[in-house]
């Protein structure tokens, strides 16, 4: 306790000799801080904007990632003989439509498939012309499955033509020709109403569309610009029959780009509307004491620690993203409480002391506070800057530079800033002309009293009359606020209070969701927004396929292998989240069902030579099974007499929510880990769910790194450490409130909200810090007309809030004000953002307003006081014992008259 002591002493010393040198000196440290933000900003032209979606929401670590290295090395895919269930999943260049009637109904009926075949035919028409001139269809640029390009089913089995559709009894999920040909309809039709066989379609919702170009080299440039196109021409399809939503390979990593570019509009309502919340919180009666620059300038500091950051990070070829956006929303919320938690101290300052002396004492308060505030953000995000998930380390990185500036630009720039005011403030100059003016109890007239007087008369300076500039919100906070939230009754009611909000707050964490839906990342209302929404609520039964790769060299041909091989795959058709053998593309199963059906012998099936001429020569060269072609990787030069590796497909299906995603990923992996033999088990939609899986540990580690981390500090800079375990106290109870309701304001625990629940920690700090901080060295004596009626504790919890109850609330204020613009976004990345903010203000003043002083003014008897709180420090630092000197006499000589203040001394 002695060394946290020491460091308080240490830091309220240095800073109070720091203010008093700022005063002497403030053009300098002015000039200084603006030439050092403005060249670091000029690293803003070298900002590059990261929009990967993939790449920003995947862990860095991807067993997925690796996986798909492999994958794609043993089984590429074969764009001139396509199969959906081989597919590259999120990496092939497609269009991708669901299409829905103009109001509902069913989408089987003459009039609407009219208008989809319109849709189709036009669409294929569609051209794009490379460098070289040459013009490119659909039909030249499309993955080929048979010998045409990839057909919707329902289109084909109607061959494109809208009267068949009275002919025609769908089954579902699969259908059968009269030709025999077999089309999987589970992936096509949405929102399906089946007759009493369960397979019969009597209605269906939704129609999907998908147009899978060829990903490869040669044509990539030109598979792009069709997918430009194709998005030009849905956006302007005009129909009043059919309504579409769709996508295509990078409408994600546009959206990203496009919310980005929203944000700027309303990054200026925001600015606006702090311009003016800061200039009209820092004018009063009195135009002398009024400080609407300072409002100005305090706003003005925090910009330039935004454009300092940005500067600086992208000189170091740090590039941005979307979920850093959010970061000058934030930055200059922090900003401006800084500097409302400075003008707070100024006021508690006598005008009647010189403006060094008012600069020492204001510094020796405000800067310390600040000072541990600003570490423990700085240490939140930093903790969160070793994030694995590229989006969340970023955003923590820019914002921990930027608040490590605005504390820089806050004790430089600010601090000389303030200088230059108390100085005008001395020489009784308006705010806004900076003409000397008369007091306003001399005025000549109402109206010089009303627009032009303030300030003190010569003399109030002389006899000292006026000893602080508070005005009457820290006044209500100390007359009435304060020792009414401290009676015996509100205390009771405190406690109900605080119950039924850790109650509401466990509950909601009690029923969290899990996991970032694609969907989210796309602006609300938008085509891919709607997309993604339809494809979740109605195309969720069937798929994703998953390839199982097995790696080991077998020997095929022998029963007894067969028959593992066999064991296995029913073994993952047994996973609730894996649908029948019907599904399931095995090469192996089709192979020794096509020799049972042939009468080949059992001595011709186990040779292994007549096995591969089988397999090779007539099974794989029949059209019904050459997809299979692409499941088997024979070893090299040896004329596919050996197979090196093979896989088999399952589908998945029912996976309705991000929990069941992640579920059936973990269980078939498990499956694979469990088998006798080398298993992979791999999706290209693994890549996205292991975001998912990752979200909950990764938050609990950051989490907990984060809170032992703020213990540590607190228990260094906040001089008890009784006082650094109710700070950590609050933190938990704080974070609990925030992931419980955001859950409840749907919010799920995902990439966006575990960067907030980071951020929050920080904010966390800020309010149980200060006032605690406030409280545990109080240094001024409660005057109030309560005094007799307070204890000591209850007191120093009083003054607490005398010192800090306005800047707080005017914190928080400020902070909302800043990001209540987001709420409008049609970004979910910026309306989780502002939620999650919301939550920590709200919750934050409460804990720092409400339950903080009542819990503090409880614990009272844990402390040693002496018989009121005492003078403050920096005025004993002007004897000759010094700043430490008294503060050591407030340790060792309590109740020691010879340690009193004169005043006090009997």
Same mark, same amino acid.
């Given at each position: 306790m002695a060394v946290c002591d020491c460091i308080d002493r240490g830091l309220a010393k240095v800073f109070y000799n720091y203010g008093k040198f700022i005063s002497r000196w403030p053009l300098i440290f002015l000039l200084t801080s603006l030439v050092m933000a403005g060249f670091l900003s000029t690293g803003i032209i070298f900002l590059r904007v990261d929009s990967d979606v993939i790449f920003l929401f995947t862990p860095d670590v991807s067993t997925a990632r690796d996986d798909a290295i492999i994958f794609d090395g043993l089984f590429p895919v074969d764009y001139d003989h396509y199969s959906a269930s081989r597919g590259n999943g999120t990496n092939d260049l497609s269009a991708n439509i669901i299409v829905e009637p103009v109001g509902g109904g069913n989408v089987l009926v003459e009039d609407v498939i009219s208008e989809i075949i319109r849709f189709d035919r036009e669409l294929k028409n569609v051209t794009v012309i490379n460098t070289s001139g040459v013009r490119h269809t659909y039909e030249s640029l499309c993955a080929v499955e048979g010998s045409n390009c990839v057909e919707n089913p329902v289109l084909q089995i109607l061959k494109y033509n809208e009267s068949y559709m009275n002919s025609v009894t769908l089954t579902y999920p699969f259908f059968k020709s009269s030709g025999a040909e077999i089309y999987f309809l589970g992936a096509t039709l949405g929102n399906v109403d089946l007759a009493d066989d369960n397979s019969t379609v009597v209605t269906a919702g939704l129609l999907a569309l998908t147009y899978i170009l060829q990903t490869t080299s040669t044509l990539e440039r030109e598979g792009e610009d069709w997918e430009n196109k194709f998005e030009q021409f849905a956006a302007n399809f005009d129909s009043t029959v059919i309504s579409i939503s769709y996508i295509h390979s990078h409408s994600l990593d546009s959206e990203v780009g496009h919310s980005t570019q929203d944000v700027i509009p309303l990054f200026s309502v925001s600015y606006t509307l702090l311009f003016t919340f800061a200039i009209t919180s820092c004018v009063v009666a009195d135009w002398v004491f009024s400080k609407p620059w300072l409002g100005i300038l305090g706003t003005i500091s925090a910009s330039l620690a935004v454009a300092s950051s940005l500067g600086l990070l992208s000189y170091a070829g740090v590039n941005f993203n979307i979920v850093a956006t959010s970061m000058p929303f934030l930055i200059v919320g922090i900003g401006i409480d800084d500097m409302f938690i400075m003008l707070a101290a100024w006021r508690k300052t006598s005008p009647c002391e010189s403006v060094e002396e008012r600069m020492g004492k204001a510094f020796s308060e405000a800067a310390v506070s600040i000072t541990i505030t600003s570490i423990t953000d700085a240490l939140a995000f930093g903790i969160g800057s070793i994030n694995p998930l590229p989006a969340v380390r970023v955003f923590c990185l820019y914002t921990g530079v930027a608040v490590i500036f605005d504390y820089i630009l806050q004790i430089t720039f600010f601090g000389a800033c303030m200088a230059l005011t108390g100085r005008r403030e001395a020489a009784n100059r308006h705010v806004w002309t900076l003409m000397k003016v008369i007091p306003r109890d001399e005025a000549p007239s109402t109206a010089y009293k009303l627009c032009c007087a303030g300030g003190l008369s010569e003399e109030d300076r002389r006899d000292n009359k006026k000893k602080t500039c508070e005005i009457g919100l820290m006044t209500f906070f100390k007359e009435y606020?304060?020792?009414?939230?401290?009676?015996?009754?509100?205390?009771?009611?405190?406690? &109900? &209070?605080?119950?039924?909000?850790?109650?509401?707050?466990?509950? #909601?964490?009690?029923?969290?969701?899990?996991?970032?839906?694609?969907? =989210?990342?796309?602006?609300? #209302?938008?085509?891919?927004?709607?997309?993604?929404?339809? !494809?979740?609520?109605?195309?969720?039964?069937? #798929?994703?396929?998953?390839? &199982?790769?097995?790696?080991?060299? =077998?020997?095929?041909?022998?029963?007894?292998? !067969?028959?593992?091989?066999?064991?296995? &795959?029913?073994?993952?058709?047994?996973? #609730?989240?894996?649908?029948?053998?019907?599904?399931?593309?095995?090469?192996?199963?089709?192979?020794?069902?096509? =020799?049972?059906?042939?009468?080949?012998?059992?001595?011709?099936?186990? $040779?292994?030579? !007549?096995?591969?001429?089988?397999?090779? $020569?007539?099974?794989?060269?029949?059209?019904?099974?050459?997809?299979?072609? !692409?499941?088997?990787?024979?070893?090299?030069?040896?004329?596919?007499?050996?197979?090196?590796?093979?896989?088999?497909?399952?589908t998945a299906g029912g996976l309705s929510t991000t929990n069941q995603q992640v579920q059936m990923m973990e269980d078939v992996r498990q499956k694979a880990r469990d088998a006798d033999i080398s298993l992979i088990a791999f999706s290209p939609f693994f890549i996205i769910y292991e975001q998912y899986s990752r979200i909950r540990p990764v938050t609990i580690q950051n989490l907990c790194i984060a809170v032992a981390s703020m213990f540590v500090v607190a228990l260094f800079l906040i001089p008890n450490p009784i006082c650094s375990l109710v700070v950590i106290i609050c933190i938990a109870s704080i974070e609990t409130g925030i992931i419980g309701y955001m859950s409840l304001w749907d919010v799920s625990l995902d990439s966006i909200s575990m960067i907030n629940l980071i951020l929050c920690i920080g904010f966390s700090v800020d309010f149980s810090a200060h006032i605690t901080y406030s409280f545990r060295t109080g240094r001024e004596k409660y005057d109030g007309r309560h005094q007799n009626k307070l204890s000591v504790s209850s007191q120093h919890a009083v003054m607490a809030l005398y010192s800090l109850g306005m800047p707080i609330l005017q914190g928080a204020l400020s902070t909302i004000i800043a990001i209540i613009v987001l709420n409008w976004s049609p970004s979910y990345i910026f309306r989780a953002f502002f939620k999650i903010m919301l939550l920590v203000m709200v919750f934050g003043m409460l804990h720092s307003l409400v339950f903080l002083p009542v819990l503090l003014s409880s614990i009272g008897c844990c402390f040693s006081w002496s018989s009121h709180p005492t003078r403050s420090a920096v005025e004993a630092g002007n004897s000759e014992d010094g700043l430490i000197g008294y503060q050591l006499s407030q340790r060792k000589g309590r109740g020691n008259p010879a340690f009193a203040p004169p005043q006090e001394r009997t």
């Open positions: 606020y304060g020792p009414i939230l401290l009676t015996p009754f509100s205390k009771i009611l405190t406690i &109900v &209070v605080f119950c039924a909000y850790l109650g509401g707050a466990i509950y #909601g964490c009690l029923n969290i969701t899990e996991g970032l839906e694609l969907k =989210l990342l796309a602006r609300t #209302g938008s085509p891919a927004y709607e997309f993604f929404e339809r !494809q979740s609520d109605h195309f969720s039964d069937y #798929g994703p396929f998953v390839s &199982v790769v097995i790696q080991e060299r =077998l020997n095929y041909s022998e029963p007894a292998v !067969q028959q593992e091989l066999e064991s296995i &795959v029913e073994e993952f058709e047994s996973s #609730g989240y894996i649908f029948s053998s019907m599904y399931t593309e095995f090469w192996l199963r089709e192979f020794l069902s096509f =020799l049972d059906r042939a009468n080949i012998s059992t001595s011709a099936r186990t $040779d292994p030579g !007549q096995f591969s001429s089988l397999l090779v $020569d007539y099974f794989l060269e029949n059209p019904s099974f050459s997809k299979f072609n !692409q499941d088997i990787v024979f070893r090299n030069g040896s004329n596919k007499s050996e197979i090196a590796a093979s896989r088999f497909i399952i």
